[in-house]
Structures are given as C-alpha cells and as structure tokens.
C-alpha cells in the first residue's frame, strides 16, 4: 500500500498544474464490520472509516474553468470543465462524483463562485469495494465546505454524496457508505439505523488482535454486479409480507415474526434473500452489544455467521471471496472473517491476533494464489477520522 505525505502531494500537484497548491484534505475509504445489504433493507449497519482513503489538493483558480488530475488514473489525463457546465457526462469517468457533489451544492444554492485545480491521489486498491466513491464524495464536500465558507453540516455532505450515488451516477445504494466515511471517527464504530438515522459510537477495543483486509483484486463495479437484483429482490419479499403485516422494512422484523410470516413470501429465492436481511439486522445489534461487553469471541462468530449467511442465503460471495474467508478459517489466532461490500469481487475482513498476521497473510495469500491463479493483497485497516483538511 502507497504511503502518501503532504510534502509529497504539493509537489505532485505543482508538477501537474504548475502552480502552487493551496490545501491538502483526506478523506477515509471504510469497512463495515457487519450489517452487509442491510442498508437499503431498513435494518442496521455497524461501519467504520480507515486510515487508508483519498488525498484531495486544492489550488484557487479566478477563472470558472475546473481542472481535475487523479495520479490513480493518469491515462485519463486532466479533466476540465467549467462551473456552468455540471451536467453528467460519461466520458469523464471518476470526475462525475465531484461534479455531482458540485452540482448538488449550487442546486441547494450554496455560493462556489470560481473555478480550481484538484488534484486527486488515492491509496485505496482499486475497485476493491471499500467505498472510494463515498470517500471522493465526501472529500469533494468537504474541500467546497472549508474553501467557499459554506454553511452546511457534516449530515448534510452525507446525504449529499448519497444523492450522487443515487440520482446522478444512477446507482441504488443505501446510505451506509457516505455515513461511515463522512462521520467516522478513530477507534470507534457507528451502529447506524438505517430507517431512522438514529446512530450511535462503539468503541472498537481489538485488545491484542487486528483487522486485516483481504482484497481479492477482482475488480467488482456497482453499476454492473447484480447489487440491483438482490434489491429488487427483497423488495418483492417486503411487499408480500406487507400484505398481512404492517411493517416499513425487512428491518423491523424480529427473527421469530419473519420466520411465522414467512409463508406469505412464498418463493425459496425471495424467502432466503429477506431471511438474510432481516437475521444479517438481528446479528449487527447482538455484534455491537458484544463489543461493548468486550466479548470479541462472540462478535468474531457473528462476523463468521455473517459471512455463511451472505454465501447461502444472499448469493453474493463468490469464488475469490470464499477461497479467501475459508482460508482466513482455518487460520490460528483468527476470531472471526468475511466478506464486505456489495460481493462478487472486492474485499473480506479478518480479525487477527497480532502475533499471527505475518504467518496469517502467508498461508492465505498461497491458499489463494494456487486457487485462484493470482496473488491477493493485505492491508492493516486502523479505524480513522472522517475527512479533515490536512494542516501540520
């Protein structure tokens, strides 16, 4: 993994734009410990922000001309567009988050009146599934927040990038990721109510243990994985429930109601898609209740059981992501592993005992090299701070 010092980003964007940076930002990738495709499904999610995400450096321009460099994606050269101009355009690629942040800020009347440089570098692996297009969102919000003066809250952002996401690049994502990233804070997890935004800190105390992220490096992209589908899916199993019962969500049902109402869904894929969200929102709350007790053994079974039910039930794991989770298994000094993110590609967790992680990375990268035929990469995650303006 790239390690990136500010000393470094001002001269890279100096290379690039000729000029003198003004600020440099981060903004933090995230995990999700568990709650997996439960966002849009009314349950709970129980996330964190990383000390691995994206650098924005930022330079003034008097003009209205806004120029766009990410060292992530050089071939795409310098983007250019001007502040009148915030229409979606395909072709610009990465820079449609920034512009919709953009353009949802000048829609709500918030005054950014000239253009700049940004340039962008992140030390996220690519496609890997740990938000990067929540961590731009909000790094965007953030950088026009602190540069324009703008009066609008942290919450607000969050929504905001949702918005992106949803309306502008037209994917159907719930609200987990924005809120992780734009509300994290270190050491701690957010239990978040996706049905109501109640949310609460969890101090996360791994003792002698680590999370480690285990990137399949399959590239997994929203738009074109069957996230849709499954949506759709629990859609269906909801409005049959709702024939007999008055319910708002799959999150509002308890294991013992789903499990006398399933009848009423009537279809094996519809019943094992909604049990998924609706035990995946039981497990998240008895997860945040056990590290609270500092009960790791029972939060690393939940992770595990997590995994299973995501395999069998949800049908979004995969090949990579299941050679990767058994192996982690079968580790010593392993409490708990499993996938995040949307499936099919991208990453899993592991939680691990310091002393074991060098031998742990070891045995998993070979077991997943000689499945798979390519290596897989590990990362230490530690829990960060949502995105900030870098000032020593």
């Known amino acids: 993994m790239e390690t990136l010092d500010k000393n470094s980003l001002l001269k890279e964007f100096k290379e690039q734009f000729k000029k003198t940076a003004e600020k440099v930002f981060f903004s933090p990738g995230r995990i999700n410990l568990i709650g997996e495709h439960t966002d849009y499904?009314?349950?709970?999610?129980f996330p964190c922000a990383i000390s691995i995400g994206t650098f924005?450096?930022?330079?003034?321009?008097?003009?209205?001309?806004?120029?766009?460099?990410?060292?992530?994606?050089?071939?795409?050269?310098?983007?250019?567009?001007?502040?009148?101009?915030?229409?979606?355009?395909?072709?610009?690629?990465w820079t449609n988050y920034l512009r919709g942040v953009l353009a949802s800020l000048v829609s709500r009347d918030y005054k950014i009146n000239h253009g700049?440089?940004?340039f962008i570098h992140g030390n996220l692996p690519d496609g890997a599934g740990l938000s990067s297009s929540a961590s731009i969102e909000l790094l965007m919000g953030t950088i026009l927040k602190n540069v324009f003066s703008l009066d609008v809250s942290q919450l607000d952002l969050v929504k905001i990038g949702q918005e992106?996401?949803?309306?502008?690049?037209?994917?159907?994502?719930?609200?987990?990721?924005?809120?992780?990233?734009?509300?994290?804070?270190?050491?701690?997890?957010?239990?978040?109510?996706?049905?109501?935004?109640?949310?609460?800190?969890?101090?996360?105390?791994?003792?002698?243990?680590?999370?480690?992220?285990?990137s399949t490096n399959k590239r997994r992209e929203l738009q074109d994985s069957k996230y849709n589908e499954r949506?759709?899916?629990?859609?269906?199993?909801?409005?049959?429930?709702?024939?007999?019962?008055?319910?708002?969500?799959?999150g509002d049902?308890?294991?013992?109601?789903?499990?006398?109402?399933?009848?009423?869904?009537n279809d094996d894929i519809l019943i094992r898609r909604a049990r998924h969200a609706v035990f995946e929102n039981q497990r998240t709350l008895r997860a945040f209740d056990a590290l609270k007790n500092n009960d790791l053994?029972?939060?690393?079974?939940?992770?595990?059981?997590?995994?299973?039910?995501?395999?069998?039930?949800?049908?979004?794991?995969?090949?990579?992501l299941d050679t990767l989770v058994e192996a982690a298994w079968k580790q010593p000094g392993v409490l708990g592993a499993r996938m995040i993110g949307a499936g099919f590609g991208g990453c899993a967790i592991a939680i691990v005992g310091k002393d074991y992680v060098d031998d742990f990375k070891t045995k998993v990268g070979k077991s997943y090299q000689e499945k798979i035929g390519y290596p897989a990469d590990f990362y230490i995650a530690k829990i960060s701070d949502g995105p900030k303006e870098i000032v020593e």
């Open 41 to 45: 499904n009314g349950g709970n999610v």
């Open 56 to 93: 924005g450096v930022y330079g003034s321009r008097d003009d209205q001309t806004i120029r766009m460099y990410s060292a992530n994606i050089p071939d795409q050269g310098v983007v250019s567009f001007q502040l009148n101009d915030l229409e979606y355009h395909k072709e610009d690629g």
């Open 116 to 118: 700049f440089d940004l």
């Open 164 to 214: 992106v996401e949803n309306k502008y690049i037209g994917v159907n994502s719930g609200i987990m990721d924005q809120f992780a990233v734009g509300m994290g804070r270190a050491e701690q997890a957010i239990l978040l109510d996706t049905n109501t935004m109640k949310y609460e800190y969890a101090p996360v105390k791994l003792g002698d243990n680590v999370i480690v992220i285990m």
């Open 231 to 250: 949506r759709s899916q629990c859609e269906e199993a909801l409005k049959r429930l709702q024939t007999k019962l008055a319910i708002k969500s799959l």
């Open 253 to 265: 049902l308890s294991i013992e109601a789903f499990d006398q109402a399933s009848y009423l869904i």
């Open 297 to 320: 053994t029972t939060f690393g079974q939940l992770v595990d059981a997590s995994h299973v039910s995501l395999h069998f039930d949800y049908e979004v794991t995969g090949k990579e």
